[in-house]
């Protein structure tokens, strides 16, 4: 399997962007789908965004959607979540996942990434 390391988190005003990065390492990268997930604190892992092996097809939570954009550069073997208009709702760690696939569309499910990274953590103040 693939391995993959997250960077970027930070901590932001509200309003404001960051930009988070998932270097993949390991197997060739482009039969890997890709998706970010985040854990707020007291709460379950959730879905954020997913980008399909071909780069394109993308999905999205519906409360990310039209503020956070996902891609991937496979020359670099590196996704990218673009974060805008960030609210202090947003707060959490920011975890990549990676599954081999040869499915040309994405998952939401958690269960169906192989991969994970330990995450980095993203705070938005008020």
């Known amino acids: 399997q693939v391995q993959v390391a997250e960077s970027g988190g930070g901590l932001v005003q509200a309003g404001g962007s960051l930009r988070l990065s998932c270097a993949a390492s390991?197997?060739?990268?482009?039969?890997?789908?890709m998706g970010w997930f985040r854990q707020a604190p007291g709460k379950e892992r959730e879905f954020v965004a997913a980008i399909s092996w071909t780069g394109g097809s993308t999905s999205y939570a519906s409360s990310v959607k039209g503020r956070f954009t996902i891609s991937r550069d496979i020359a670099k073997s590196t996704v990218f979540l673009q974060m805008n208009s960030l609210t202090p709702e947003d707060t959490a760690v920011y975890y990549c996942?990676?599954?081999?696939?040869?499915?040309?569309?994405?998952?939401?499910?958690?269960?169906?990434?192989?991969?994970w990274g330990q995450g980095t953590q993203v705070t938005v103040s008020s």
């Open positions: 996942a990676a599954r081999r696939t040869q499915y040309s569309g994405t998952t939401s499910w958690p269960r169906d990434y192989a991969s």
């Open positions: 390991g197997r060739t990268f482009s039969n890997y789908g």
